[in-house]
């Protein structure tokens, strides 16, 4: 099933989501489902908060990237948690499925490791580097209620103000489905 996409403005994309329980909901379910809707709005990376549901699961794809390092990464995780992040700040364009028509450069560490589980409820502790880490960062964020647009200058922030309001009022052209919070 495809799930609209949250569009920014959404009190759900500012709060910090929550950790779910094991059996709590059919994870083979939502994974299916939150890759469908990532695969049909042509993005690699896809937070639960972003269809909706304030829990701790989000789901990266790079398979359809030209990037070396992304093609073969695939992978869900559940109740992920940072366990550090190391290495030299290093800038990247970004964008953001409920944050559409806009990139912007964010600098991020080169490295992350955390702990989650997988659609199977099997543990794991991985350390992630480059665009892997760079993805799982910016996903990570969407589960504690942080946008990418947060890491930008004041003076660039207020330069992207007006088409921030326009996403959120239902003026943007997307592909995809989307849920706007003042579009009723
Ligand atoms: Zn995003």
Request: net charge negative.
């Amino acid at each position: 099933m495809i799930y609209p996409i949250v569009a920014y403005g959404d009190p759900v994309l500012r709060r910090v989501a929550r950790d779910i329980e094991q059996g709590e909901i059919d994870l083979q379910q939502l994974a299916a489902d939150m890759y469908e809707t990532m695969h049909h709005a042509e993005g690699v990376g896809l937070a639960a908060p972003q269809i909706g549901m304030d829990i701790r699961v989000f789901v990266v794809d790079g398979s359809t990237t030209n990037d070396e390092e992304l093609k073969t990464f695939k992978q869900v995780f559940i109740n992920p948690q940072v366990i550090q992040q190391e290495g030299k700040l290093w800038p990247y364009e970004e964008g953001c499925l409920s944050i559409p028509n806009i990139r912007e450069e964010v600098k991020r560490q080169e490295s992350i490791r955390l702990s989650y589980f997988d659609q199977d409820w099997v543990a794991y502790e991985v350390e992630f580097s480059g665009m892997k880490a760079r993805v799982i960062q910016h996903e990570y964020d969407h589960i504690e209620g942080k946008l990418f647009i947060d890491y930008l200058s004041p003076l660039r922030r207020r330069l992207l103000k007006g088409k921030l309001a326009d996403i959120t009022r239902g003026q943007a052209k997307t592909d995809y489905r989307m849920k706007f919070p003042a579009k009723k």
